[in-house]
């Protein structure tokens, strides 16, 4: 698919909003930016802090690593800490095409291949389903674990979705954008980081994230990729995809399930100590990773 870059009538307001980005520093992390390029040429950018077990992030549509930044600060003093930004996402290259599961499937199994040690990866929203691509067209080879947070993942019941948001989308951007960060969220948000997110999330061109929401697949899909994952898996979701949670458990009694009753879509935000507790505790009881081969390099 090729993606049309165009410019429109709300490109003052956008420049405005880049410069947000790029002055506001408000929560930022401390972790070190790093870029490599993909295999049909595209500059994708990843952050990286601490020294140990490798954890890389991948965040959801339109959104950039440093969403992270609760888990990359926590993390880092015993893990070696990887937040990924997709392309046409945060830091990384405006691409005019790839804006596919496979295409960015590829682009985590690049990454996965530079840092060249098995990792667990740690999917948000769109960022479940391109790990679950990944997992389709790489295998669990290079994963020693699998954490998908709030998002569908093709178990019943079918989530309830909006009809109309890719036609407000494409009516009135600007006002859908802010619609939808601002309720990603359950508990309070700075206005500066707000904005910052909205300046990101509007950074992406339009037709980029149109192709994001369309991924032409059904949604038995995704569950195959679930049900035949052979690494541990955590999943954790608010309670719009509590259904989903509890039919998998009841499937696959062995795959961990977390409901978080009172967050937003981004519950490692809002409730971000609940997060890395239920992560640590992941990790610590079926990833084995905190001893042997996990010790500190």
């Known amino acids: ?21 790029a002055t506001d520093t408000s929560a930022r992390t401390e972790a070190v930016s790093r870029y490599f390029r993909s295999s049909d040429g595209v500059r994708l950018h990843y952050l990286e802090e601490g020294r140990g ?13 440093e969403i992270w930044e609760p888990q990359i600060r926590h993390f880092a003093k015993s893990f070696r800490v990887i937040a990924f930004d997709p392309r046409g996402q945060g830091e990384s290259d405006i691409a005019r095409a790839g804006y596919t599961a496979e295409r960015r499937a590829r682009d985590i199994a690049e990454l996965l291949d530079r840092l060249d040690e098995p990792v667990v990866l740690i999917g948000w929203s769109l960022g479940v389903l391109d790990s679950l691509a990944y997992v389709e067209l790489a295998g669990t080879e290079r994963l020693r674990a699998l954490v998908l947070v709030d998002n569908s993942i093709g178990e019943e019941p079918p989530p309830v979705t909006d009809p109309t948001f890719l036609k407000r989308l494409r009516e009135n951007r600007i006002a859908t954008i802010e619609r939808f960060v601002r309720g990603m969220y359950r508990t309070p948000q ?15 061109p339009l037709d980029a994230s149109v192709a994001l929401l369309s991924y032409p697949y059904p949604r038995g899909r995704w569950k195959e990729i679930v049900y035949r994952t052979d690494r541990p898996i955590l999943y954790a979701v608010n309670t719009r995809f509590r259904g989903q949670a509890e039919n998998l458990k009841k499937n696959r009694p062995y795959i961990w399930t977390e409901v978080f009753e009172n967050a937003g879509h981004a519950l490692f935000v809002d409730e971000p100590e609940r997060f890395n507790r239920l992560l640590e505790d992941f990790l610590s009881k079926e990833v084995r990773m905190l001893a042997g081969d996990g010790e500190k390099r």
């Open 1 to 21: 698919m090729l993606i049309r870059l165009r410019h429109s009538a709300i490109f003052p307001f956008l420049f405005v909003l880049s410069f947000l980005i």
């Open 53 to 65: 077990p490798t954890l890389v992030f991948v965040p959801g549509w339109t959104m950039p690593a």
């Open 190 to 204: 700075s206005e500066p980081y707000l904005r910052r997110m909205i300046a990101h999330s509007l950074h992406v």
